[in-house]
């Protein structure tokens, strides 16, 4: 369950429930750049279980690129 709370140049998220993870938050930003948009994505996340650092930060980084790519898509289409 996350709440989202949106600006004019922001949204922001963080998970309500504490399940899965004992963090998770973020913030999508979009600024106007001439002839297009520049769009930052953070995240902030600590599972609830224990998982080695680097395999964790190898997934997020992964389903990061992934999620980008499908907003690129989803923006040219």
Do not use: H, M, N
């Not at 369950?1 to 979009?30: K, N």
């Not at 996340?45 to 499908?70: C, N, S, W, Y």
């Amino acid at each position: 369950v996350l709440d989202v709370r949106e600006t004019t140049s922001a949204v922001t998220f963080r998970d309500t429930c504490g399940q899965s993870f004992t963090t998770y938050e973020g913030t999508w930003r979009v600024a106007a750049l001439p002839g297009g948009a520049r769009v930052t994505y953070e995240l902030r996340a600590r599972p609830a279980f224990e998982v080695p650092d680097f395999l964790v930060k190898r997934l997020f980084r992964r389903d990061a690129a992934l999620l980008i790519a499908r907003l690129r898509q989803a923006i040219s289409s």
